[in-house]
C-alpha cells in the first residue's frame, strides 16, 4: 500500500528515522515484552531519574489517552490544550490534530444521523524512558472499541466498531506535569484541517439494505468468503477479544515500509486459512517479501480487475457509488483514490445493525469501521466484487 499521512504528515520531521526507530522499538518489544505495560530496561534508573518518575510518566499518559478518548466521543476539545506543549510547534500540531479528528467524527456521526453511546479503552504502554533532564518518551497501543446507534434508537439498533492506534510520544516535564511535545501515529480519522469536509449521507435506502443478488456479477465460486472474514476478523490488528489485537505472525508487517494495508487485504484473499485465490508470478509473497501487487494498494487493485479476479462493479465518489455499495458482499474490496491515486484497500467483512458496509483493514487498523468514515469529500472509491 501506498499511504500518506495527511493531518500530521507535515509535524512529521525526520519521519523516517522515527518510522525506523519505532519499527525497531516494536520488532524488540514484540520478541521479548509481549503484552508488558512498562519493560524492565524502562524500569531501570537512567539519567538520574529513578522509577518514581517513570510512574508519574505512566499515569500522565494514562490520563491524557482517557481525556483524549472523552474529547473524541464527546467533541469537546476545551480541555485538551492542558496536555500539551504548545511553546513547541510540534505540541501545537499535536493538539489541532487531536482536535480536528474529534471534529471529524462528531461531523460524521451528525450527518449519518449516529450517535455514540458506549466506548471501551484497552491501552498498553509498550515501553517508555527518559531521554536527558525532563524529558521522556514512550511507544503505545490504543485500542478502542465505540458503540453507537441512529440517534434516539434503542438498545437492539446499537453497533460496534474498533480502532488500534500506534504511538510514539515525547514528553516535557513543565510544573509538575508530562506534557506532549510530539506524538506520532497512523490515524484511521486523519484530515487536512480542523474542519473537515464531510459529505453528507446521499439520499436514498442504499446502504441499509441486502446486496441485490441479481445485479452482482457471477463468479467461479471458487473465493471461500466465509475463511476470507474469518481470517480479517482475527488479524485486524484490534484487540475485540481473547486472541486479538494481533497481525498473523507468519507475513511481515510492512506497516514501517509504506503500509501494510495491501499486504492485509492479499493475505485475506489468498491465505489457504482464509480466500483461498491463486496467486501468481505478478502477486505472491515468499520469504518474507512481497511483489508490488501484493504490498501496494494502486497495483493490488489493478493486479485484481485485470487479471479477472474482480469486477470493478463502482468508481467515483460517495455520491456516484452509493446505490453500487450495496453490490458488495463480505469478502469484497474497497480502494480509497486520494489526488488521482489510489492510497488505500479495506476488506468488507459485513454490515452493522443499520445495514451499512463495514470494514476492516490495516494501517490504520479498523475493525467494522462504516466503509467511508476516515475519508472527505475530496475522495473517490474503487468498489471491486471478487468474481473468481
Same mark, same amino acid.
Given at each position: 500500500m501506498v499511504f500518506r499521512f495527511r493531518a500530521v504528515r507535515a509535524a512529521l520531521v525526520g519521519g523516517g528515522v522515527f518510522l525506523?526507530?519505532?519499527?525497531?522499538?516494536?520488532?524488540? *518489544?514484540g520478541k521479548s515484552r509481549a503484552g508488558g505495560i512498562l519493560s524492565a530496561a524502562a524500569e531501570q534508573p537512567e539519567g538520574g531519574k529513578n522509577f518514581r518518575d517513570l510512574t508519574?510518566?505512566?499515569?500522565?499518559?494514562?490520563?491524557?489517552f482517557k481525556y483524549r478518548v472523552e474529547a473524541l466521543v464527546t467533541g469537546d476539545t476545551g480541555g485538551l490544550e @492542558?496536555?500539551?506543549? /504548545?511553546?513547541? /510547534? /510540534?505540541?501545537?500540531?499535536?493538539?489541532?490534530?487531536?482536535?480536528?479528528?474529534s471534529r471529524y467524527i462528531r461531523d460524521w456521526l451528525a450527518k449519518r444521523d449516529l450517535e455514540v453511546v458506549g466506548k471501551l479503552l484497552h491501552l498498553n504502554i509498550v515501553d517508555a524512558g527518559f531521554q536527558g533532564e525532563g524529558h521522556a518518551w514512550a511507544s503505545v497501543a490504543q485500542h478502542l472499541i465505540l458503540q453507537y446507534r441512529p440517534r434516539g434508537a434503542g438498545k437492539a439498533a446499537v453497533s460496534e466498531m474498533g480502532l488500534r492506534t500506534?504511538?510514539?510520544v515525547e514528553l516535557v516535564e513543565k510544573d509538575n506535569r508530562w506534557l506532549i511535545q510530539k506524538d506520532w501515529y497512523w490515524d484511521p480519522f486523519e484530515n487536512d484541517s480542523l474542519n473537515p469536509d464531510i459529505v453528507p449521507r446521499p439520499a436514498g435506502d442504499a446502504g441499509a439494505q441486502q446486496p441485490r443478488d441479481a445485479a452482482v456479477p457471477e463468479g467461479r465460486g471458487q473465493y471461500n468468503r466465509e475463511?476470507?472474514?474469518r481470517y480479517a476478523e482475527r488479524y485486524s490488528g484490534v484487540r475485540m477479544g481473547p486472541g486479538d489485537g494481533?497481525?498473523?505472525?507468519?507475513? @511481515?508487517?510492512? /506497516?514501517?515500509? *509504506? *503500509?501494510?494495508?495491501a499486504n492485509f487485504v492479499s493475505q485475506v484473499l489468498t491465505d489457504k486459512k482464509a480466500g483461498g485465490l491463486p496467486t501468481d508470478w505478478n502477486w505472491f509473497y515468499s520469504r518474507g517479501e512481497g511483489t508490488a501487487a501484493w504490498v501496494q494498494a494502486e497495483a493490488l487493485v489493478h493486479h485484481l480487475t485485470g487479471a479477472g479476479l474482480a469486477a470493478l462493479v463502482g468508481r467515483g465518489d460517495l455520491e456516484e457509488v452509493w446505490e453500487a455499495v450495496d453490490l458488495l458482499q463480505p469478502g469484497d474490496v474497497i480502494g480509497?483514490?486520494?489526488? *488521482?491515486?489510489?492510497v488505500h484497500v479495506s476488506v468488507v467483512v459485513g454490515r452493522n445493525a443499520q445495514g451499512y458496509v463495514v470494514v476492516n483493514s490495516h494501517t490504520a487498523d479498523r475493525y467494522h469501521v462504516p466503509w467511508d468514515m476516515g475519508w472527505e469529500?475530496?475522495?473517490?472509491?474503487?468498489?471491486l466484487h471478487i468474481t473468481y
Open positions: 525506523f526507530l519505532l519499527a525497531l522499538l516494536f520488532w524488540a *518489544g508519574a510518566v505512566r499515569r500522565e499518559l494514562e490520563e491524557i @492542558k496536555f500539551y506543549d /504548545t511553546s513547541e /510547534t /510540534t505540541g501545537r500540531w499535536a493538539l489541532d490534530h487531536e482536535i480536528g479528528r500506534i504511538h510514539w475463511a476470507a472474514v494481533r497481525y498473523n505472525p507468519a507475513y @511481515k508487517d510492512f /506497516t514501517y515500509e *509504506g *503500509g501494510d494495508c480509497y483514490e486520494e489526488d *488521482g491515486e489510489i469529500r475530496e475522495h473517490r472509491y474503487w468498489l
